[in-house]
Nanobody, 124 residues
Framework: VQLQAFGGGLVQDGDSLRLSCAAS??????WGWFRQAPGKEREFLAT???????YYSDSVKGRFTGSRDNAENTVYLQMNSLKPEDTAVYFC?????????????????????WGQGTQVTVSS
């Protein structure tokens, strides 16, 4: 399975961006969005399951929205009201495993497949 994330860029404080992540090779049961800022650990942002359930971290809830297009095997992360502290490399991840609780989807090691990352920079 190959994942490719794109849509990052340089924006200003308060702007919006939409990230996309397309998968090829296998149907996934859930997708995750993570980010990593310089000098910080990887941070969970959102999960979108193939059944349409979504889970968000408290840091982005209300500002970021995940969605999917099962026919295209693509997921999206709509990011609104971006802040300078959102600056990071954003990664999409996928899993073909079913987990019984949302907690598992917040852990990066439960995803088998990772995209290469796309840089998001928010200037003040």
């Amino acid at each position: 399975v190959q994942l490719q994330a794109f849509g990052g860029g340089l924006v200003q404080d308060g702007d919006s961006l939409r990230l996309s992540c397309a998968a090829s090779g296998r149907t996934l049961l859930a997708w995750g969005w993570f980010r990593q800022a310089p000098g910080k650990e990887r941070e969970f942002l959102a999960t979108i399951t193939s059944g349409g359930n979504t889970y968000y971290s408290d840091s982005v809830k209300g500002r970021f929205t995940g969605s999917r297009d099962n026919a295209e095997n693509t997921v999206y992360l709509q990011m609104n009201s971006l802040k300078p502290e959102d600056t990071a490399v954003y990664f999409c991840a996928g899993t073909a495993q079913y987990y019984s609780g949302s907690y598992y989807y917040t852990r990066g090691h439960h995803y088998e497949y990772w995209g290469q990352g796309t840089q998001v920079t928010v200037s003040s």
